[in-house]
């Protein structure tokens, strides 16, 4: 049984769109990112999955049980750091993060202690005093504190230093090999690619791509890196007659170019001037991502394996 299960979810806010016939499903243990830039429905669908909102339309579980909203369905199964996580602030991180414990999450202090430890944080002080990042950190162990069995994270890493950005990167996988279904909401792509499996792309309310991480950016633009001897200068590259490829970064004996499909044309052209060497650098989910937002609108009606929107 899916941990998650969202059921073409829609919601509109009066005539603008929030999400609309967004379906996928999260499994136990698994870590599934869900990308978009600010206003893509992201935010949306968590506040719908917490019953936080009502949805026009659709229908979501988890843990087996229909979210009715404002019933607070399953809670004290379910890790929840929202993107605007707010805190009493003149009480202690030790108080207020017992005081939740308190309302339903359980979670013991000797695991509150371990996880400040871990991310270096002073349960001593209140809550207004700490800065950003801290209050990140008290918003982390709030999600991580009663080991859930579902992670709704919603920019989870924001203010957090490299440091702490890999220590909360470590609990959510620790979490995910424990059995934990993650819910990785993210602005930080190079995160999600790094501890996810597979990743939905929301745009303007739509899923526009669902599938494996890796099949994202396999299916994306390729790059290819070519050096030409004694810094040969290159005519200009006939992109009209080289279709799929773009020029990425040109100087005196190199080229960079991205492309689509097969490598046959610009091999092709570029095997006409002294080749020194070439290299394929790898692709980003972050490259992959940005193309989804180049493309026309109306080309946004697949998804691909493991879903459909």
């Known amino acids: 049984m899916a941990a998650i299960e969202i059921e073409s979810l829609t919601k509109w806010y009066g005539r603008t769109r929030g999400v609309e016939d967004v379906t996928f499903a999260i499994e136990p243990g698994e870590i599934f990112g869900y990308?978009?830039?600010?206003?893509?429905g992201k935010t949306t669908t968590i506040r719908c999955l917490m019953g936080l909102l009502r949805p026009s339309r659709g229908a979501v579980r988890v843990l087996g049980?229909?979210?009715?909203?404002?019933?607070?369905?399953?809670?004290?199964?379910?890790?929840?750091?929202?993107?605007?996580?707010?805190i009493w602030g003149r009480a202690r991180a030790q108080r207020s993060l017992g005081l939740l414990a308190a309302l339903g999450s359980d979670g013991s202090l000797s695991r509150r202690k371990e996880l400040a430890a871990r991310l270096e944080l002073n349960l001593d002080r209140a809550v207004g005093d700490l800065s950003k990042g801290n209050?990140?950190?008290?918003?982390?162990?709030?999600?991580?504190?009663?080991?859930?069995?579902?992670?709704?994270?919603?920019?989870?890493t924001a203010g957090l230093d490299p440091l702490m950005r890999q220590a909360a990167l470590d609990l959510i996988q620790e979490a995910a090999a424990g059995g934990?279904?993650?819910?990785?909401?993210?602005?930080?792509?190079?995160?999600?690619?790094?501890?996810?499996?597979?990743?939905?792309?929301l745009r303007e309310g739509r899923l526009v791509e669902m599938a494996p991480i890796a099949q994202i950016i396999e299916e994306g633009e390729h790059r290819l890196?070519?050096?030409?001897?004694?810094?040969?200068?290159?005519?200009?590259?006939?992109?009209?007659?080289?279709?799929?490829?773009?020029?990425?970064?040109?100087?005196?004996?190199?080229?960079?170019?991205?492309?689509?499909?097969?490598?046959?044309?610009?091999?092709k052209w570029a095997a006409q001037f002294p080749v020194d060497r070439v290299a394929t650098p790898q692709t980003s989910l972050e490259?992959?991502?940005?193309?989804?937002?180049?493309?026309?609108?109306?080309a946004d009606s697949r998804t691909t394996q493991g879903g459909r929107s």
């Open 35 to 40: 990308l978009g830039p600010n206003g893509s």
């Open 65 to 86: 049980e229909r979210v009715v909203p404002g019933q607070g369905t399953q809670h004290a199964r379910i890790g929840y750091l929202p993107g605007d996580f707010r």
């Open 135 to 156: 209050r990140q950190k008290v918003a982390l162990i709030a999600a991580f504190q009663h080991r859930p069995d579902v992670l709704v994270l919603d920019e989870p």
């Open 180 to 201: 934990a279904a993650v819910l990785l909401s993210s602005h930080d792509l190079s995160e999600v690619s790094a501890v996810g499996s597979r990743a939905a792309i």
């Open 225 to 267: 890196k070519i050096w030409f001897r004694d810094g040969v200068l290159l005519p200009d590259v006939p992109i009209p007659q080289l279709p799929g490829v773009r020029i990425v970064e040109q100087e005196p004996g190199m080229l960079h170019v991205a492309y689509q499909g097969a490598a046959d044309a610009i091999l």
């Open 287 to 298: 490259e992959a991502f940005i193309q989804y937002y180049r493309r026309p609108r109306n």
